[in-house]
């Protein structure tokens, strides 16, 4: 196996403050907090963390600038600054940065920061909810430009025919120069990778010079490779997730790279997949949907991509089979293009910025209502055994007010479940 293709050291040089600052931030702040981020934009990652250690009371300046930038995204009104502090200040006692960059660095990989040259321009679409950090581990510690990456994703329980249509389209395209782009998952984000992996392994000169009408791949732009598959992951790069996909990802660390906005050692829970996703649109210029439910998680994929203006590509399945009723709902609705190979996709490509968010429709889960502190708490009530309230505030980066508020509105529901020892999920 080849040496890392970028040296893990340099994502951890430079901007030394910054960088352990914002290494921590992501410990603090769950993806998507957009109270953290607006703090993180008016004050700066250094003295954001700083105010948050301190201790201090909430500033009422500081206050009404992050209400200022938060007005601006059309988040409306939020608690105000004393509660956010409320909710980060509980996990200050897990709080190592050190130790993190530490870790992520032993096993290869690197912290990727905003104020990096690499930090990829994509992702600002997102504006606020732009990442505070990335975390990274593999053979190529470099994200590839927008236009070259692709994404594939679909059902868990995929069919085979879903399986065999996305491994050849994954393979088709990292031959013809692109990066897949997929989440690690079972099904068809498994197939994606493997897909990917196997046109790489075929291609003896893919990790040396560039094959003649294949732009882009075996060396990207200044020598840096460009992987031919990443997995954006919802939980720490530490671990591999599902346990049954460990060698799987084991593979694409080896080859490509995984990215998490989580630190190390972070569990992935429903509230970060759901977040997961819209990186993954950020990322690629096209997200195809192979295989999906008529409630598919890869249909929030899909929704990020069209609100990003990516385009969004739809594989058609059988009229009988319900893997593919999802596909077929987002190209009955206009939110996506008909594709069947990688040459449709590879022309898609070369068309973003046609697509509008399809409206949602279908019954609601019980859990699809719920705002966010409710779905954070939920995550964090254990299936099992009973826990605490102080320990669901730290579990789920909520304050104690918050928590309790919390589970007695999930309790109407059923979520959750009063113990003489405690709390746990109900339903």
């Avoid at 990652?45 to 105010?51: E, G, K, M, S, Y």
């Avoid at 606020?128 to 329980?157: F, K, N, T, Y």
């Avoid at 972070?266 to 008529?294: G, K, S």
Wanted: aromatic residues 4%; contains cysteine; hydrophobic residues 45%.
């Amino acid at each position: 196996m080849n040496a890392t293709t970028v040296d893990p050291g340099t994502l951890n040089r430079g901007n030394a403050d910054v960088r352990l600052a914002r290494a921590a931030l992501t410990r603090l702040m769950e993806p998507s907090d957009l109270a953290g981020l607006a703090l993180i934009s008016v004050a700066g990652p250094v003295d954001a963390l700083a105010l948050i250690r301190s201790g201090a009371e909430s500033s009422a300046v500081l206050e009404q600038e992050m209400t200022a930038v938060l007005a601006e995204t059309g988040a409306g009104r939020w608690p105000g600054l004393a509660d956010a502090l409320g909710r980060w200040r509980p996990r200050l006692a897990d709080l190592a940065p050190e130790r993190d960059l530490a870790v992520v660095e032993r096993y290869g990989g690197g912290l990727l920061i905003p104020e990096d040259p690499a930090w990829p321009p994509a992702l600002a679409d997102l504006q606020l909810a732009e990442p505070i950090a990335l975390w990274m581990r593999g053979r190529v510690l470099h994200l590839p430009e927008q236009r070259r990456c692709i994404a594939l994703v679909g059902s868990r329980d995929s069919t085979s025919y879903g399986a065999n249509a996305t491994g050849e389209m994954a393979a088709a395209l990292v031959q013809r120069g692109y990066t897949v782009v997929s989440g690690g998952a079972y099904g068809i984000d498994a197939s994606a990778h493997r897909g990917a992996l196997a046109a790489a392994r075929q291609d003896p000169s893919y990790w040396g010079s560039v094959p003649q009408g294949r732009t882009g791949a075996g060396s990207g732009a200044g020598g840096v490779a460009q992987p031919p598959t990443l997995a954006v992951m919802a939980g720490g790069v530490d671990r591999f997730y599902p346990s049954g996909n460990e060698e799987l990802l084991r593979t694409v660390t080896e080859q490509g790279a995984i990215v998490a906005e989580v630190p190390p050692g972070t569990n992935p829970t429903r509230y970060r997949f759901l977040q997961r996703n819209r990186l993954i649109a950020a990322l690629c210029e096209v997200t195809v949907v192979v295989e999906a439910r008529w409630r598919s998680g890869a249909l929030n994929t899909a929704h990020h991509a069209a609100g990003l203006s990516r385009s969004v590509g739809a594989v058609p399945g059988s009229v009988y089979s319900a893997n593919s009723a999802g596909c077929h709902r987002l190209l009955r609705e206009g939110a996506a293009v008909c594709v069947t190979d990688a040459a449709d996709i590879a022309e898609l490509a070369g068309e973003a910025g046609s697509n509008l968010v399809p409206e949602q429709r279908g019954a609601p889960a019980l859990h699809d209502g719920l705002g966010v502190e409710d779905l954070l708490l939920l995550d964090a009530l254990p299936l099992h055994s009973a826990t605490s309230v102080d320990k669901l505030s730290v579990v789920a980066g909520l304050g104690t007010a918050s928590v309790l508020a919390g589970l007695g509105r999930l309790e109407l529901l059923g979520l959750a479940r009063r113990l003489d020892t405690g709390w746990k999920r109900g339903g």
